[in-house]
């Protein structure tokens, strides 16, 4: 759904943070740069309501259509005294816009991928967005896996355990939030920073987490999950 700012990306042919230069200035996280972090899930996850408290610290229930396309949000966290500059996506959840946000994936430093807690089909389809990712974005991206509308408890029907145990096969972070009571929602987009500052500064600089590894993985290998 559509966040109420909208402007155009400045065009930048520059190397961003993730890229193997540019990401550090003098040994230091190079706060000038800029993270493309995206937003993506099935319709109706919650990912709009997620931007709009992150942004504005505000829930409107139901006053979103759905999102058509994709459209974009400047932010500054602050992670201990370090600024880092996050340009959110938040693209639309429809199959029918998919061709349009995988172009987007590409140069997404980090993914926020987004399920309903009380939505099983939006749970089971997780493994669908992950290999759609696997293909189309960067094998160093951030990956987020976050359980929304944590604040339904009566509607659950996906335990946080469930959420905890994929998120643990793929190697990725997991979290549940709440774009209505803004439970772990300012958290997410935090680790995301943080995540990015740390591959920015690791050396060797090798991806933590590489989806490609894990796509391929054989069942010979049983038993090992071998992510890190
Ligand atoms: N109770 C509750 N409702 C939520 C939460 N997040 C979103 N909603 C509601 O869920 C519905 C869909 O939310 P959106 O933010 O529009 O979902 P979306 O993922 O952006 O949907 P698309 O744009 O179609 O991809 C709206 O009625 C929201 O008010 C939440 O954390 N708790």
């Given at each position: 759904m559509e966040p109420e700012t909208r402007e155009e990306?400045?065009?930048?042919?520059?190397?961003?943070?993730?890229?193997?230069?540019?990401?550090?200035?003098?040994?230091?996280?190079?706060?000038?740069?800029?993270?493309?972090?995206?937003?993506?899930?099935?319709?109706?996850?919650?990912?709009?309501?997620?931007?709009?408290?992150?942004?504005?610290?505000?829930?409107?229930?139901g006053s979103f259509s759905a999102t058509v396309g994709i459209g974009f949000t400047n932010k500054v966290v602050t992670v201990?005294?370090?600024?880092?500059?996050?340009?959110?996506?938040?693209?639309?959840?429809?199959?029918?816009?998919?061709?349009?946000?995988?172009?987007?994936?590409?140069?997404?430093?980090?993914?926020?991928?987004?399920?309903?807690?009380?939505?099983?089909?939006?749970?089971?389809n997780i493994r669908a967005w992950l290999t759609e990712i696997h293909e189309y974005a960067q094998s160093d991206a951030v990956i987020m896996l976050l359980g929304n509308k944590a604040d339904m408890s009566s509607g659950r029907?996906?335990?946080?355990?469930?959420?905890?145990?994929?998120?643990?096969?793929?190697?990725?972070?997991?979290?549940?939030?709440?774009?209505?009571?803004?439970?772990?929602?300012?958290?997410a987009f935090m680790t995301a920073a943080k995540e990015l500052i740390g591959r920015c500064l690791e050396l060797p600089k090798e991806p933590k987490f590489q989806i490609n590894d894990i796509m391929e993985q054989k069942p010979q290998k049983s038993g090992c999950c071998g992510f890190t």
């Open positions: 990306p400045e065009a930048r042919d520059e190397p961003e943070a993730g890229d193997e230069q540019g990401c550090t200035v003098y040994g230091f996280y190079d706060q000038d740069l800029t993270h493309k972090t995206i937003l993506v899930g099935d319709s109706g996850v919650g990912k709009t309501s997620l931007l709009v408290q992150f942004d504005q610290g505000k829930f409107i229930p201990g005294e370090v600024k880092v500059k996050l340009q959110i996506w938040d693209t639309a959840g429809q199959e029918r816009f998919r061709s349009v946000t995988h172009a987007y994936y590409r140069d997404a430093h980090a993914l926020l991928l987004l399920y309903d807690i009380t939505n099983k089909s939006s749970f089971d029907v996906i335990k946080r355990e469930d959420g905890e145990r994929l998120a643990r096969e793929y190697g990725v972070i997991f979290m549940e939030t709440s774009a209505k009571t803004g439970v772990n929602v300012d958290l």
